[in-house]
């Protein structure tokens, strides 16, 4: 059903230094990085889509974060959401609320938030329930 997220910065180099790691741990592999046209993009080990891709804004303008605007990254485990946060502040973002589970949205909803170096907002989640450990 998507195609493709699309997140705005103002320095394509810094951005994906940022975000490289963090969609590797989601198993997720770099399809292009042009840091002459401001692009970048990422795709699933396994698919072509969806696409989650980083530019320079089309219009010359500075990026900006939309106001509610937000992209929610899903995660095979909450292993995963607690080690995309701390490694997402550990390169510069900052925190808009720790990996905890949040009840209101369904019992098993595990996630957490944080902004990038150009403050958009991101979420990495999980709707699994926690994983038991074997007798």
Not at 104 to 127: E, M, Q, S, T
Request: contains cysteine; negative net charge.
């Amino acid at each position: 059903m998507i195609s493709h997220v699309n997140v705005g910065t103002n320095d394509i180099v810094a951005a994906q230094a940022f975000y490289d790691p963090l969609m590797v741990r989601l198993g997720w592999r770099l399809r292009f990085f042009d840091a002459p046209a401001g692009q970048a993009g990422w795709q699933p080990a396994t698919g072509r889509f969806p696409l989650f891709l980083l530019c320079r804004p089309f219009d010359g303008g500075p990026a900006v974060p939309g106001n509610g605007a937000m992209v929610a990254l899903l995660a095979p485990d909450r292993a995963s959401v607690d080690d995309i946060h701390r490694m997402a502040l550990a390169a510069g973002g900052t925190d808009e609320g720790g990996p905890g589970l949040r009840p209101h949205y369904h019992p098993n909803y595990y996630g957490a938030y944080f902004r990038d170096l150009d403050r958009n907002k991101i979420c990495v989640c999980c709707h699994e329930p926690e994983e038991t450990a074997a007798p």
